[in-house]
């Protein structure tokens, strides 16, 4: 996500029809690709003066995309003439502040001594498991997403999640493999459960189905759902060499629950 930011000084006493203006003119750049949000707020000091704010998904979504168009043309016609002067249109990256802010509520670290112990119980429980033990890892980036997902997974309700390919590209991690194993943890880096990878298929963003958001879980369990939910956390917290696109690849996985932490020994 990138962001447009301006400072525009519209000409005195022409405040008044300049912003019935842009009314209108918020429902041509709210229908571009790539368009993500925007807000307009008067100076306080200089009440001739705006900050635009719009949010894109990409900087060409802007640059070529919308400023290339008819609509722009549309765009400048009801705007500009109400200008001094037409200033530079600058553009912002990634929040540094709310990313750090983000981390530094993430879940913590496997407890190795745990793990070892559930380990144990998981090979003596369930016949035919490996001596090495999987990987272990905790649902979503905080320690709410962690608590709050794991909880549906043991519940039976969460069957299925999703990664963004350029995120395990970017981490130099392989793409799990149908039968590769994983142990959940929650907020406090406790194993709790063993899940095993049943399907794994890439597909872009804006092509997941109905079926694998219902499996995530999470929410109404309804696409659009799931697009907001997962757009915005891809936003937030991927680490990722491209910024997140709507066509952008994703790995839906889908998994079993094997054994859980607090289920009863045989």
Not at 19 to 43: N, V, W
Not at 59 to 67: A, K, P, S, T, Y
């Amino acid at each position: 996500m990138i962001t447009e930011s301006v400072v525009l000084t519209v000409k005195p006493g022409h405040e008044a029809p300049y912003e019935r203006a842009f009314r209108a003119a918020s429902f041509i750049i709210a229908r571009q690709r790539g368009y993500l949000g925007h807000s307009l707020k008067r100076g306080m000091e200089d009440p001739s003066t705006y900050l635009l704010t719009v949010e894109w998904e990409t900087l060409e979504d802007h640059e070529e995309g919308f400023r290339g168009s008819a609509d722009y043309q549309e765009w400048r016609a009801l705007l500009h003439p109400f200008y001094d002067a037409l200033p530079s249109v600058p553009h912002y990256g990634e929040d540094l502040a709310a990313s750090a802010a983000a981390w530094a509520d993430a879940p913590d670290p496997a407890d190795e001594d745990a793990l070892a112990r559930f380990w144990e119980r998981c090979r003596a429980e369930v016949p035919g498991l490996p001596e090495a033990r999987p990987e272990a890892w905790a649902f979503g980036a905080t320690r709410a997403h962690a608590d709050v997902l794991l909880e549906l997974v043991l519940a039976g309700v969460k069957t299925g999640t999703a990664g963004a390919l350029w995120e395990y590209e970017a981490d130099g991690d392989p793409v799990p493999e149908v039968g590769e194993l994983s142990i959940i943890l929650d907020a406090d880096g406790a194993p709790q459960a063993l899940i095993e990878t049943t399907d794994v298929s890439i597909v872009p963003f804006d092509r997941v189905d109905a079926d694998h958001a219902a499996s995530e879980g999470e929410g109404d369990r309804t696409l659009e759902h799931w697009r907001e939910v997962h757009g915005r956390f891809w936003r937030t917290y991927a680490r990722m060499a491209h910024p997140f696109a709507a066509d952008m690849p994703v790995v839906c996985e889908r998994f079993r629950l094997v054994l859980a932490a607090g289920a009863p020994r045989p």
